[in-house]
């Protein structure tokens, strides 16, 4: 089943009358993520979303939000269900029940202003969250458990190539992209040296607590979706994500907030620099990857100088 752009709808009421008995309702498009297209439906009333992802990781990243949706979802954190996984001769889909609301970034900045409590009191949720019958550090499979054996072996690992996945093979992109060797050892060595400030705490991690995995309904987050990238760790790490430099320099939330919250945690400072270094070093290969090489400039300009300016951090 292949999805271009002029039939997509058909074909998706296709997939959906081959998984629900009812009428199905409503079919519209939703804004999509960096790799899925998102359809909303409605069936006997109650809403629901599909996902279509023809990379071959999505089978994972799908099985993950099933994993997050049953055992970490609470009122204070929550999960759209998912109620069914497949796929079919091309594309993985999952389908799950649609949270009220919208995207958080479909808000104005003021409203986004607005919730950015609520926002962090969900951010609390996810490291409160209990992790009993996992074990392991850092990117989690299907059955919830960890790849690494500590906090710091996933940290130290971005330099490792891969053999499989998304990032298989990544390390031809210094001989095959703009990718520079240099600047990334370079920024590699740094955290290197602040990985040591970095405690070897277990808990839920979403790492990737973007606006649009956050949804909405103007008064409180109604739901947090996408949990392809979760892992086990240090939760500064998600403190660090919404405070990151992205490619053109303008953090989701501002710094000062989240120091006011947050900035009473031992070695606060160190331990942001540190995951700082991580982010940056993963958005540079993926800008690499895509071929993004106006957004790998501008984030590679910004890492540079700001393990120039502060040489305690990065």
């Known amino acids: 089943m292949v999805f271009e752009r002029g039939d997509d709808l058909s074909r998706v009421q296709a997939l959906l009358r081959e998984r629900f008995a009812g009428e199905i309702a409503d079919v519209l498009p939703l804004a999509g993520g960096e ?3 998102a359809f909303a439906f409605t069936v006997g009333g109650r809403d629901y979303v599909v996902r279509l992802n023809a990379h071959a990781h999505a089978a994972e990243a799908f099985a993950k939000d099933d994993y997050a949706g049953r ?12 109620v069914a996984i497949g796929e079919t001769a091309d ?27 609520a926002l962090l009191d969900v951010l609390d949720a996810i490291g409160r969250a209990d992790l009993r019958g996992s074990r392991g550090y850092g990117a989690w499979d299907r059955d919830g458990n960890g790849e690494a054996a500590s906090w710091r072996d996933f940290l130290t690992g971005i330099m490792e190539n891969k053999a499989e996945g998304f990032y298989r093979d990544w390390h031809a992109l210094f001989r095959d992209s703009f990718l520079e060797r240099e600047v990334y050892e370079a920024i590699y060595r740094r955290l290197l040296r602040l990985v040591e400030y970095c405690p070897e705490e277990r808990a839920l991690v979403h790492a990737d607590l973007h606006f649009d995995n956050l949804l909405a309904d103007g008064r409180r987050i109604t739901g947090v979706i996408d949990w392809g990238n979760a892992c086990y760790g240090d939760p500064l790490y998600d403190v660090a994500w919404l405070g990151r430099w992205t490619a053109w320099g303008a953090p989701l939330v501002d710094a000062a907030l989240l120091r006011g919250r947050y900035g009473a945690m031992p070695h606060y400072d160190e331990r942001l620099a540190c995951y700082e270094c991580f982010l940056g070093l993963d958005d540079l290969r993926f800008y690499a990857k895509t071929g993004r090489r106006a ?20």
């Open 71 to 82: 055992h970490f979802a609470s009122p204070a954190l929550p999960i759209p269900r998912v």
């Open 35 to 37: 790799f899925s297209r």
């Open 295 to 314: 957004q790998y400039r501008s984030l590679r300009d910004r890492l540079l100088a700001r393990i120039a300016d502060n040489p305690g951090r990065a």
């Open 91 to 117: 594309r993985h889909f999952a389908i799950s029940e649609r949270a009220a609301g919208s995207r958080l970034e479909a808000f104005s900045s003021a409203t986004r202003r607005a919730l950015l409590p």
